[in-house]
């Protein structure tokens, strides 16, 4: 009986033993040893035997975030064992921070980080995740005091930027390696914000105005643009016309003098034929035209009789003789 009960305190102290003496980390995980209260190794992801009793993980404090219902942020710090190697997301309650120009401003951010020594996040610093809390804060404060408030709304990758490279060397010397810093919001007071959108109304206004007028603007524009080319359509119209109308009365003219020097020329071969002056033949026909202008028109008791009486009679002779022939 006293053998089993020495062999159940052996088994029961060897698994004791194999409990403290074995260690399993996970993937992206690691601890910490120390060896009688000093520094010992940092256990690699996998299977890790250490002493036990005399080699125990160091303890660190670790941070978590709890949303409440009512929309406020609650931060519980814990301890443990366990050392995350993996990118880790710190959100940040809102704090109150004053701008160049003296504006109380509500801002809150992201803190994306990492731990790539685990010894520096353990002996360099006491409570990392309070440190880091803390030096973004102060280190937001300084990058917002710098800046007025319009700045501050429309440069948030230069805020991100300045504070990423301020936390990123300060956190250096404690194993932490920033990788970004996100401003979440930037809540201006009240006051502020309503002068904020009567000014963001006005300008509205102003653009819509802007808007109107060189809307007005191009439309007189391109109607007078419309009327002086329908001046130029009409004007290019009536001048095509005249140019036509000229052209036809040349052309008629042309025309109707063909048609004189066609008459002109059977009648001179006809007068030449007959042996007679074409000359003295053509100027009867003018005289004979002129005295029936003369008379028409007139009441027909007055006769007028041409100063050259004696060559219209011989010319009316020429006539005759080219009829009688």
């Given amino acids: 009986?006293?053998?089993?009960?020495?062999?159940?305190?052996?088994?029961?102290?060897?698994?004791?033993?194999?409990a403290n003496g074995v260690k399993v980390v996970p993937q992206s995980e690691t601890r910490v040893i120390e060896r009688l209260g000093r520094f010992h190794s940092v256990l690699p992801a996998g299977l890790n035997i250490i002493w036990p009793f005399i080699d125990k993980p160091k303890v660190v404090y670790t941070r978590r975030v709890e949303h409440l219902p009512n929309g406020r942020v609650y931060v519980r710090v814990s301890t443990t064992s366990v050392i995350d190697l993996r990118e880790q997301v710190y959100d940040f309650p809102s704090q109150q921070v004053i701008t160049k120009d003296n504006v109380t401003t509500e801002i809150n951010a992201l803190l994306y980080f990492q731990i790539v020594d685990p010894k520096k996040s353990v002996y360099e610093i006491d409570n990392l995740p309070n440190a880091i809390e803390k030096l973004t804060q102060t280190s937001l404060r300084n990058v917002i005091g710098e800046m007025e408030l319009d700045e501050t709304l429309t440069s948030r990758d230069t805020i991100n930027a300045k504070l990423q490279a301020i936390l990123d060397d300060a956190t250096n010397?404690?194993?932490?390696?920033?990788?970004?810093?996100?401003?979440?919001?930037?809540?201006?007071?009240?006051?502020?914000?309503?002068?904020?959108?009567?000014?963001m109304q006005a300008e509205r206004n102003r653009r819509a105005e802007i808007l109107n007028a060189e809307g007005e603007k191009k439309s007189l524009i391109l109607r007078s643009e419309g009327e002086k080319q329908s001046q130029i359509n009409q004007a290019e119209a009536a001048k095509q016309a005249e140019i036509l109308k000229a052209e036809g009365e040349a052309r008629a003219k042309i025309l109707q003098a063909e048609a004189e020097a066609e008459a002109i020329r059977r009648v001179s071969e006809a007068v030449a034929a007959s042996n007679t002056n074409p000359a003295s033949y053509m100027l009867a026909m003018?005289?004979?035209?002129?005295?029936?202008?003369?008379?028409?028109?007139?009441?027909?008791?007055?006769?007028?009789?041409?100063?050259?009486?004696?060559g219209v009679l011989g010319s009316l002779g020429s006539i005759k003789e080219i009829f009688n022939k």
């Fill in 286 to 310: 003018k005289y004979i035209d002129t005295l029936g202008e003369m008379v028409n028109g007139r009441d027909g008791k007055t006769v007028y009789v041409p100063y050259e009486a004696t």
């Fill in 173 to 199: 010397k404690w194993g932490v390696k920033v990788n970004r810093v996100e401003l979440q919001d930037i809540t201006p007071p009240e006051s502020v914000r309503e002068a904020m959108e009567k000014q």
């Fill in 1 to 18: 009986m006293e053998i089993w009960i020495t062999l159940g305190v052996i088994v029961l102290l060897a698994i004791i033993i194999v």
